[in-house]
């Protein structure tokens, strides 16, 4: 078996001998416009031939900033579950739930479809995003060549995703601008709502520094790196 067939066999992907990749040949995608133009100035700083940005093979520090952003987030994750999400009043009770406590009181009432799809949206699905995003930093530090294509998919669903964390926000919000057409109950957001919109947020920049083509990287001869 060749170079090329355990490469196939270690890393599960079909890589063309004598196919180089698009900044071997000196072609670069702008990360403003996305127009592709050739970059080949050694020394020189290139600019994108449309709307003037500066021109990278790679998005640089992107890791780092990634990095700073996904730390962030898990600091901001604890006080986002642990603190009050929503208060809710009326003339007979008054509650201050966080999301799990939400969550369980959704459940016990019977609905539990919507405990469900709240708990998904706002505990499950932000913490896997992040572990994830550590996942990809830690395997692109690394210069891992497992599963390339796999991890690529990976930071794709990540990346579609992200918004629907701020179901929560949405759901208080909702809730805030009905009830105050009623003088009856009152329904405000507590000091979680910050810390969890400011986690969605944070992984959702987190996501768009991330520079997917650094998986591939570590199966080339070529360093691109500006």
Same mark, same amino acid.
């Given at each position: 078996?060749g170079?090329?067939?355990?490469?196939?066999?270690?890393?599960?992907?079909?890589v063309t001998?004598?196919a180089?990749?698009?900044?071997?040949r000196?072609?670069?995608?702008c990360?403003?416009?996305?127009?592709v133009s050739?970059?080949?100035e050694?020394?020189?700083?290139?600019?994108?031939?449309?709307?003037?940005?500066?021109?990278?093979?790679?998005?640089p520090?992107?890791?780092?900033?990634?990095?700073?952003?996904v730390i962030a987030?898990f600091?901001l994750?604890?006080p986002?579950? *642990?603190l &009050?999400m929503?208060?809710?009043? =009326?003339?007979i009770?008054? /509650?201050?739930? $966080?999301?799990?406590?939400?969550? %369980?009181?959704?459940?016990?009432?019977g609905?539990w479809?919507?405990?469900?799809?709240v708990?998904?949206?706002?505990?499950?699905i932000?913490?896997?995003?992040?572990?994830?995003?550590?996942l *990809?930093? &830690?395997?692109v530090?690394?210069? =891992?060549?497992w599963?390339p /294509?796999q991890? $690529?998919?990976?930071?794709?669903? %990540?990346?579609a995703?992200?918004?629907?964390s701020?179901l929560?926000?949405?759901?208080v919000?909702?809730l805030a601008?009905?009830v105050?057409?009623?003088?009856m109950?009152?329904?405000?957001?507590?000091p979680?709502?910050?810390?969890f919109?400011a986690?969605?947020?944070?992984t959702?920049f987190a996501?768009?520094e991330?520079?997917p083509?650094?998986?591939?990287?570590?199966?080339?001869?070529?360093?691109?790196?500006d």
């Amino acid at each position: 078996m060749g170079a090329t067939g355990r490469e196939v066999e270690r890393t599960g992907v079909v890589v063309t001998p004598g196919a180089p990749i698009a900044a071997a040949r000196g072609l670069c995608s702008c990360h403003v416009c996305q127009m592709v133009s050739r970059r080949t100035e050694r020394g020189r700083v290139a600019h994108c031939p449309r709307c003037g940005a500066r021109l990278h093979f790679r998005r640089p520090g992107s890791v780092q900033r990634c990095w700073a952003l996904v730390i962030a987030s898990f600091i901001l994750y604890v006080p986002a579950n *642990l603190l &009050i999400m929503m208060e809710t009043g =009326s003339l007979i009770t008054y /509650r201050k739930d $966080t999301i799990v406590s939400g969550v %369980v009181h959704l459940w016990k009432t019977g609905s539990w479809m919507i405990a469900v799809i709240v708990f998904i949206a706002s505990v499950a699905i932000p913490l896997l995003k992040l572990f994830s995003l550590t996942l *990809l930093l &830690i395997s692109v530090q690394r210069r =891992s060549t497992w599963n390339p /294509r796999q991890r $690529t998919r990976l930071y794709r669903l %990540v990346e579609a995703v992200g918004r629907w964390s701020m179901l929560d926000i949405y759901v208080v919000t909702l809730l805030a601008a009905l009830v105050q057409l009623g003088s009856m109950a009152t329904v405000k957001a507590g000091p979680a709502a910050v810390a969890f919109g400011a986690v969605v947020v944070l992984t959702m920049f987190a996501t768009m520094e991330f520079d997917p083509r650094l998986i591939w990287d570590p199966l080339q001869k070529e360093e691109f790196h500006d």
